[in-house]
């Protein structure tokens, strides 16, 4: 499967932001999906992450209750809904499929896209 985040950007601390990631090129609904973070000089850190049918979620702490998965099935597109956003969320964001459930550990993911820069300025 391919993938491709998109709808990063910069905006200022309390603001919001989605991400989107399209998947093409195998059956969307056989893959959990997940959303990491990489800032610069960091390790790449769970955000949030979805099972194939969207129903069942988590989040990483430091983004609960700001941040919201969601999937559509039929546009074989995840999403990361983004507010209250500070200026530590600052980060490239990548989207990964993990053939199976949602999982929290990166090395349960084998498919990558490209990372989106999300910048949040104080």
Same mark, same amino acid.
């Given at each position: ?5 998109? %709808?990063?950007?910069? =905006? ?16 969307? !609904? ?5 959303? *990491?973070?990489?800032?610069? %000089? ?19 702490? !430091? =983004?609960?209750?700001? *941040?919201?998965?969601?999937?559509d099935n039929a546009k074989n597109t995840v999403y990361l809904e983004m507010n209250s956003l500070k200026p530590e969320d600052t980060a490239v964001y990548y989207c990964a499929a993990s053939v199976g459930g949602a999982y ?14 999300? !910048?949040?300025?104080?």
């Open positions: 499967v391919q993938l491709q985040a998109s %709808g990063g950007g910069l =905006v200022q601390a309390g603001g919001s932001l989605r991400l989107s990631c399209a998947a093409s090129g195998r059956t969307f !609904t056989r893959y959990g999906m997940g959303w *990491f973070r990489q800032a610069p %000089g960091k390790e790449r850190d769970f955000v949030a992450s979805t099972d194939w049918s969207g129903g069942i979620t988590y989040y990483s702490d !430091t =983004v609960k209750g700001r *941040f919201t998965i969601s999937r929290s550990d990166r090395a349960r993911y084998a498919y990558w896209g490209l990372g989106t820069q999300v !910048t949040v300025s104080s």
